[in-house]
């Protein structure tokens, strides 16, 4: 199996409601039904107790930006269609992706395509949401709020 195909075996995984959920507007976490140990992305087993009782809940997506960088060379599974970056025309142009943290105290990362870097700050109030690309594909992207 080559890397570029990847992404065909993602849906066959235990978790695919993720992907589901996330195309139909949702970001989903889990929760382990015997310890409560919360997962983002979501998890089928637990690793704090090794039980596989997951209870699926969605995110608000709310939270404050940890960390961001930009991005100069595009994911390989985005490498495959054109535009290479996501939301943008110019092939290669760098974009900002971050990390918040959501009030379940889980980590999102995500796509900054609508904020200038050099205005994006840590701590600053950002929404994660799943955005369609126009090659179908879903992708997270953050927005200040
Ligand atoms: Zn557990």
Request: aromatic residues 8%.
């Amino acid at each position: 199996m080559e890397f570029k195909d990847f992404s065909l075996f993602i849906n066959q995984t235990k978790v695919a409601r993720f992907a589901e959920e996330l195309a139909a507007g949702k970001i989903m976490a889990t929760i382990c039904k015997k310890c409560r140990k919360k997962y983002y992305p979501p998890r089928a087993d637990c690793s704090g107790c090794m039980g596989s009782e997951m209870e699926w809940k969605p995110l608000r997506g709310e939270g404050s930006l940890v960390t961001f960088t930009k991005i100069y060379v595009p994911p390989d599974h985005f490498a495959v269609q054109q535009p290479l970056m996501p939301f943008s025309s110019i092939q290669f142009e760098p974009c900002p992706i971050g990390i918040i943290e959501v009030e379940e105290g889980l980590r999102v990362m995500g796509w900054i395509p609508k904020v200038d870097l050099k205005k994006i700050r840590v701590g600053m109030k950002m929404k994660a949401s799943p955005q369609i690309l126009p090659n179908g594909k879903v992708t997270i992207i953050l927005e200040p709020i």
